[in-house]
């Protein structure tokens, strides 16, 4: 269908514009992105020209024949691109300039022409856009991925410092070697050792936190184009990895023992992936842990075709029940796996020291790509994360925050049955710090809840973003971690109320194409 709907313009704009939009109702995209592309296209093409007043969102509803909902969805994910802008009491305007438009030059004759080769807006950019909103105060925010600010042990981190400052003086704020301040790589060394991970001091290379463990990785090991295999959904950091590196990357189903290998190899065989990127144990956003057999035949089919195994091990040890599992790493006989981890999910995330365990095969590349992307990780701070992991504050802080962890888990499974919608199932982590929600798959989605949880004081991590290929509409991840107990109770109450007054909505549009 293709509706022609007149704007109502501002006094000083004589010729009003039309808004053409062409809706696919049997189609996989939802209406509000659909609404997205459509408007984005004609401010950038000029045909909406800037300080055109749009429809209200309830009157172009009514125009379409669709959810309002999609229609505040909509507008919102383009005034957080700056597409459009809001005034109270005036309604909604194309903003002064396109954020994407590009400069012109001028070819020599008067005329102009767009800078080429611009990037384009990434796929998910506007989803991202709404997410930024739960940083908002007064928020009860589930949307991000690090522990909450009382995890992190102060007195200790200042009593490092100090104590660094007061022994090693100005040598602790010069330049490190880009594999890593020694005594801090021996002590990762006998640290992993206890995972059942063997290695030297001379294989720990100290990076800014695990991503850019991972990050260096990608570097490392692949060239513009090549191809990276994961599970689907995966870590969102590795998403924006491959995206700026400019290599592809490919998603695998997971069942719940992790990647399905039936999958995995025939993708191999038909592609030839550079790497297989997983996080085996408590898989963000799933928080899945992949059986002892699994990781076996994992590792067997990485030896087999002779892909190295990125394992991302930063959730390892936030375990609260179950069995605890070797890393990959620690069943590897060959050298195939490349293992980064971190503290930063344990404590002290703004510290930003992680690490990478790897063999010789891989481990002077890994080193050369980390000096020239930095020269080194901060010296005070991996002298102080060295102290603090000598005095065993890390083990005791660890223990603390994985019993808080347990008790903040249980409140949001109790908060969860009671306050997200019927027909809703969720996973049962025995550590880590998410829950992985499923929506009921004939209500609203996530993305589409969104915009009235935030109205409502509460966000959550939208899950398609976690996804490869944009499914996962109807997901959600929850970090349970992330707040207080009471805080947990009512931030689940806020999304389960948002879920209803949208699906509220739905029911009024029987034929909404949403559904």
Same mark, same amino acid.
């Given at each position: ?38 408007? !984005? &296209?004609?401010?950038?093409?000029? @045909?909406?020209?800037? =300080?055109? /007043?749009?429809? %209200?969102?309830?009157? +172009? ?123 801090? !790589? &021996?002590?990762?060394?006998?640290? @992993?050792?206890?995972? =059942?991970? /063997?290695?030297? %001091?001379?294989?720990? +290379? ?130 195939? @796996? ?40 901060p010296s005070l701070n991996q002298r102080a994360m060295h102290l603090l992991l000598e005095r065993g504050v890390m083990a005791q802080q660890l223990e603390r925050n994985n019993r808080e962890l347990r008790r903040r888990r249980d409140v949001a499974l109790n908060a969860a049955a009671k306050h997200l ?95």
């Open positions: 269908m293709l509706l022609y709907v007149y704007n109502v313009l501002e006094p000083v704009m004589l010729n009003p514009s039309k808004l053409a939009i062409g809706l696919d109702r049997d189609g996989e995209e939802p209406i509000y992105r659909q609404l997205i592309r459509h408007i !984005r &296209a004609q401010i950038e093409s000029g @045909v909406l020209p800037a =300080g055109t /007043r749009l429809p %209200a969102s309830r009157d +172009l509803a009514q125009q379409l024949n669709i959810s309002r909902i999609s229609v505040v969805n909509a507008y919102a994910e383009l005034r957080a691109e700056g597409f459009l802008s809001a005034h109270a009491g005036r309604g909604t305007f194309i903003a002064g300039e396109s954020p994407n438009s590009a400069p012109a030059s001028s070819n020599g004759n008067g005329s102009t022409h767009a800078t080429p080769n611009e990037a384009p807006t990434t796929p998910d950019r506007s989803l991202r856009e709404m997410m930024r909103m739960a940083r908002k105060p007064g928020i009860i925010s589930f949307a991000q991925g690090s522990p909450p600010g009382e995890f992190f042990p102060l007195q200790h981190l200042r009593d490092a410092i100090n104590s660094v400052l007061d022994r090693d003086g100005t040598k602790a704020l010069g330049y490190e070697i880009a594999e890593g301040y020694m005594p801090l !790589r &021996a002590a990762v060394r006998d640290y @992993v050792s206890a995972l =059942g991970i /063997r290695c030297t %001091a001379d294989q720990v +290379l100290i990076t800014g936190g695990t991503q850019q463990a991972c990050d260096l990785v990608v570097q490392a090991l692949l060239s513009e184009g090549e191809l990276i295999v994961t599970e689907n959904p995966t870590y969102l950091g590795m998403l924006d990895i491959v995206r700026t590196r400019r290599v592809q990357i490919q998603g695998i189903e997971v069942d719940e023992d992790g990647i399905r290998l039936d999958m995995l190899e025939n993708f191999i065989l038909d592609n030839r992936p550079k790497l297989i990127y997983v996080m085996p144990t408590f898989q963000n956003p799933t928080s899945s842990v992949m059986p002892l057999h699994r990781r076996r035949q994992l590792l067997n089919l990485a030896n087999e075709y002779q892909i190295p195994l990125l394992e991302d091990g930063v959730y390892h040890e936030l375990r609260f029940e179950g069995e605890n599992l070797p890393p990959l790493k620690a069943l590897d006989e060959t050298g195939i @796996v490349i293992h980064a981890s971190g503290f930063t999910k344990m404590m002290l995330p703004g510290l930003r020291i992680g690490y990478i365990v790897s063999d010789s095969s891989h481990y002077e590349r890994l080193v050369r790509v980390k000096q020239a992307a930095d020269i080194s990780s919608p019927p027909g809703s199932r969720w996973n049962m982590p025995e550590g880590g710090l998410y829950l992985w929600v499923q929506l009921p798959k004939n209500g609203p989605t996530a993305a589409e809840v969104y915009i009235t949880a935030i109205h409502m004081g509460a966000a959550y991590a939208i899950g398609s973003v976690f996804f490869t290929n944009g499914a996962g509409s109807h997901r959600l991840r929850i970090n349970y971690g992330s707040q207080k107990p009471a805080d947990i109770e009512d931030g689940l109450r806020r999304i389960g109320r948002a879920w209803r007054e949208v699906a509220c909505d739905y029911a009024d549009m029987e034929k909404s194409p949403l559904l």
